[in-house]
């Protein structure tokens, strides 16, 4: 493998396939005799012996554009996806509706090839499209400020707890303390545990009520603590009305950060106008399906007081050397490639391509669609509750609650045994089984009903349900 | 000059979409939202033509020459694009059953092995979705590590002054204290100044080879030797690893855990920033404090395979919520299709073209040196480089006045991307370029050509550069002054 010579293009694949990605293959000799080398072990020779690999890469031969196509249709083929069958499931990700145009112009070779604007005079483009996420973001959330995007809503949530502790250290009475709804999911509770202990960041439980509501008795004891983090909706997909005095309660010098399923802001207010100082959530439902989980994007807004201590891209206005209008990257003295150790957040690579997307979705919805978007998630689940709900042996975990785009119910058998018997005996993913966050709750099921559930949906869900209990009798 | 902001059609102007299903819901009155955002009303041909027209302001690989060093801006194949599209991957829910994802689960356990076997690792995750994140869970797993085995006074984490500043950035996230030790002359690692500041309290030793001068550190089994003696453990950056699959590995070296950047070596698609993927590879003593998911794979009695989602015993938990960036996951694994074993290739020509360049560039012919004012300098001395090389324009900066950052903007002209500018920080004026395996022979003697004739222009013309871009030169400290971070709207 590693001979003397000078490789002959046959090397570079399996019999007459080569791999087709090299400019430069065959020209090997070329090169090197131009450079006064004779093979390119010399491009190596600076490796030691002692750290050589003395074996040629295990792996398999190269493969033609067409096969590797064929193979990734059948493996993708298998999957099971949300658009195929009636879905139910939510809990954090949304299936939704991305207009054709939104993939099609974002993977432009020329948004899609980029790197990270670091030269603004070449590219303006990706730039203002990205000031105007920010401006759109901005008016959405009612927040001065956003950035390009986090990874995804828990780092954003992890992120927005470091950024306030920074920020409200010095004057905080609970020093190095957040307080943390107890509904926020486990997962994105690891993330937020893993970024903060490191910044010996105490995190303590916000209780909430029987009704499933923010106990606000107990959060009055959140005051002079660096931050507060809670959700709406919340995990059970309640809206909560008492989150809009929260900040009083906490007073100025504790942060109120908010996460958000943005959907739902074309209908309920936004955290920025009831005392929000920090807003995040997952921009998934604009831009792009769920997709596994990734990649999507974390939002990140705040206000003006939390500029100097946020993560991420921030894309200002600025001007050229003839007074034109232009845009840069600034502020980029927080950034990890400026201050190292001291930067603000670590991240670099983030998600910008597809809160581009998010960017082309919201611009193309308009403020009358965002509103009409709103209004058919809530009308779906409305639908889908009223439907369940009316069941035999199907109870509402929280009978008053409020709901956006999902709901929990409470059977009298495991929830595991239903979302199985719907799966495998009904084509329909029943939602989500409680009981994977919080063992205590292992006959409740987490049902989310999107944009995409029109009435057959629920139609099936519901004779679904009544075939299972039937089969119990 | 068109505004997105500027469009104020009609309402719903945009995309019609149905009626809601249903409108009996009520929501509490102080709930209500009163104002909608003042988002653009605009049609989907103004919305195409919009974005098209940025999209012409913006450079990508598509576009020309990228030679921007550490970032490996290769040619991304569109089949990926086109798989990431199909029905299974964008619909699919990340808490669906296992069941649902078999197809993605058997990409992801094959992407696993590759990528252990390529960096010499016992255990892959594919959770962290970009390369700071991937040395951040790293980095968390050596802290949970060390504290497992009772040795939590591991504190300090030592990485070279050439290290790129995510990795200091990272292990301070992680409460770790940053040891910086200074490079050599040469641009290598200072093995006396490791001596000098390992210890008991020391952690761990972040550091990427090739460096970001683009050198091959000769003694870096030393170092991890140096590093392990004391008790700590070795962390291999590997933004630089294009340079070398199939020629070593960091297993060899005596690398402990490892990031790769699939968004480099494995050509996700930048996107302008991103989205990126950062998995990481430990050594056994470490995989049971990996986050979940991992995949693993079993045979039932009639070989057929299954997979399943595992969570290791000890694991730190979660980096993002959900599992990573499948999509980049999926997108990678198409290119690593395109080569398989020939991966060594792809580095070969990663190497070869570097080098090409770095010749083509400090060996003028006698008639255009002539004409040059002053000669770059090499950033580090070396006989071959890897994958990337640095130049110092200290040189040409004391002649005429014209900074690394001038050459940079006259590139721009040119139509390239400018190489990375000033980093790694201890290579005055730097410039470090990377050509990548993708360009052609001809691209990077134009490119050569090119860079060559700019030296030879009047230094005030490239002062002033550039000239022929969207726009002239970027007043940045304008923008940090100003902080004019979003659209007045109706200002």
């Known amino acids: 493998m590693t001979g003397g010579s000078v490789k002959s293009p046959q090397r570079g694949g399996r019999g007459d396939i080569v791999v087709d990605q090299l400019p430069n293959l065959g020209r090997e000799k070329e090169m090197l005799t131009a450079m006064g080398m004779s093979s390119m072990d010399d491009l190596f020779s600076d490796i030691p012996e002692d750290v050589r690999r003395t074996t040629p890469l295990d792996l398999r031969p190269p493969q033609t554009e067409e096969e590797i196509l064929r193979e990734a249709r059948m493996l993708l083929g298998t999957n099971i996806s949300v658009d195929s069958r009636p879905s139910f499931l939510g809990a954090g990700l949304y299936s939704n509706f991305v207009p054709t145009m939104v993939p099609m112009l974002a993977t432009r070779g020329e948004f899609l090839t980029s790197y990270t604007p670091y030269q603004p005079e070449v590219s303006q483009g990706m730039l203002q499209a990205m000031w105007e996420f920010q401006t759109m973001i901005s008016e959405l959330v009612s927040l001065p400020v956003s950035n390009v995007s986090m990874y995804d809503a828990s780092t954003a949530a992890a992120e927005a707890i470091t950024c306030a502790v920074r920020v409200h250290e010095r004057k905080a009475t609970q020093k190095s303390t957040v307080y943390v709804s107890e509904l926020v999911p486990p997962h994105r509770m690891s993330v937020i545990e893993n970024y903060t202990q490191g910044a010996e960041i105490s995190i303590h439980k916000l209780p909430h009520r029987e009704d499933g509501l923010l106990d606000l008795e107990a959060a009055v004891s959140a005051e002079g603590a660096c931050a507060v983090y809670v959700e709406q909706p919340n995990a059970f997909g309640l809206l909560d009305e008492g989150l809009m005095q929260l900040k009083s309660l906490i007073g100025e010098n504790t942060a109120l950060i908010i996460g958000v399923q943005p959907v739902s802001l074309g209908l309920i207010a936004a955290p920025g106008d009831y005392g929000a100082d920090i807003v995040v959530g997952e921009g998934q439902p604009f831009g792009i399906g769920p997709t596994a989980g990734g990649p999507i994007y974390g939002l990140f807004a705040c206000r003006d007081a939390y500029i100097r201590q946020m993560p991420g891209r921030i894309v200002g206005l600025s001007k050229d050397s003839d007074g034109g209008r232009a845009f840069t990257l600034t502020l980029s003295t927080r950034e990890q490639h400026i201050r190292r150790h001291r930067a603000t957040s670590n991240i670099c690579s983030n998600e910008t391509l597809i809160a581009l997307m998010g960017a082309m979705h919201m611009a193309l919805l308009g403020p009358e669609g965002l509103q009409k978007l709103a209004r058919r998630n809530a009308g779906a689940c409305s639908a889908a509750k009223k439907a369940i709900l009316a069941l035999d042996g199907v109870e509402a975990v929280h009978p008053q609650g409020v709901h956006f785009n999902e709901f929990a119910i409470r059977l009298n058998k495991p929830a595991a045994d239903l979302l199985n018997f719907l799966d495998h005996e009904c084509d329909i993913t029943g939602g989500f089984d409680l009981s994977q966050w919080w063992p205590e709750r292992e006959n409740e099921i987490l049902i989310c009903a999107t944009d995409q559930i029109d009435l057959e949906d629920i139609e099936e869900l519901v004779e679904g349900i009544q075939d299972w209990e039937e089969g119990y009798e | ?491």
């Not at chain 2, 460096?211 to 070795?234: C, N, R, W, Y």
């Not at chain 2, 190489?419 to 052609?440: G, H, K, W």
């Open chain 2, 1 to 491: 000059m068109s505004d997105l902001f500027g469009f104020k059609g009609a309402e719903g102007a945009g995309y019609a979409q149905p009626d809601p299903i249903s409108d009996d819901f009520e929501f509490p009155v102080a709930l209500k939202r009163e104002n909608l955002p003042r988002w653009p009303r605009a049609s989907e041909p103004e919305i195409v033509r919009h974005y098209t027209w940025l999209s012409t302001r913006s450079h990508g690989i598509d576009s020309g020459f990228y030679p921007l060093g550490s970032c490996t801006m290769k040619h991304n194949p569109r089949v990926n694009e086109r798989i990431v599209q199909m029905p299974g991957m964008n619909d699919l829910h990340a808490l669906a059953p296992a069941s649902h994802l078999q197809g993605l689960m058997a990409i992801f356990h094959e992407m696993q092995e590759m990528l252990e076997h390529c960096a010499g690792m016992d255990t892959v995750t594919l959770q962290p979705v970009a390369g700071a994140q991937g040395e951040f869970t790293a980095m968390r797993c050596i802290q949970e590590y060390h504290r497992d085995i009772g040795e939590s006074h591991r504190n300090k984490v030592i990485v070279p002054d050439s290290a790129h500043g995510t990795n200091p950035a990272s292990a301070a996230m992680c409460g770790y204290e940053i040891i910086e030790i200074p490079s050599l002359d040469n641009g290598q690692l200072d093995l006396d100044a490791l001596r000098a500041v390992v210890g008991n309290d020391t952690a761990a030793m972040m550091i990427t080879n090739p460096s970001t001068l683009g050198i091959f550190e000769p003694e870096i089994a030393e170092a991890a030797k140096i590093v392990h003696d004391a008790g700590g453990q070795m962390y291999y950056d590997g933004a630089n690893f294009n340079a070398i699959l199939g020629k070593t590995n960091p297993g060899l070296m005596g690398f402990d855990a490892v990031h790769y950047n699939l968004h480099k070596t494995f050509s996700q698609p930048h996107g302008g920033g991103g989205p990126g993927a950062g998995p990481i590879g430990v050594k056994s003593h470490l995989a049971d404090y990996l986050p979940a998911p991992l995949v693993v794979a079993s045979e039932d009695e009639e070989g057929e395979v299954w997979f399943d989602w595992y969570e290791p015993s000890k694991s730190i938990g979660k980096v993002q919520q959900w599992h990573g960036n499948a999509g980049a996951t999926v997108r990678s694994w198409a290119y690593y299709r395109r080569y398989g074993r020939e991966l060594e290739t792809m580095s070969e020509h990663a190497v070869l073209n570097a080098n090409y360049l770095r010749h083509r560039i400090m060996n003028p012919s006698d008639e255009v040196r002539s004409k040059i004012h002053a000669m770059p300098a090499d950033g580090a001395p070396a006989d071959v480089v890897k994958h990337e090389f640095t130049l110092s324009m200290t040189p040409v900066k004391d002649s005429t006045g014209v900074t690394g950052k001038d050459i940079a903007k006259r590139l721009l002209d040119y139509g390239y991307m400018s190489p990375t500018l000033y980093f790694p920080m201890i290579v005055p004026e730097c410039l470090m370029f990377e050509p990548t395996e993708t360009e052609s022979k001809e691209a990077i003697d134009q490119f050569a050509d090119d860079f060559l004739t700019i030296l030879t222009e009047d230094p005030e013309m490239v002062k002033t550069a550039p000239h022929d871009t969207p726009v002239k030169r970027v007043d940045e400290v304008w923008a940090a002054r100003n902080l004019v971070l979003r659209h007045p709207i109706d200002e």
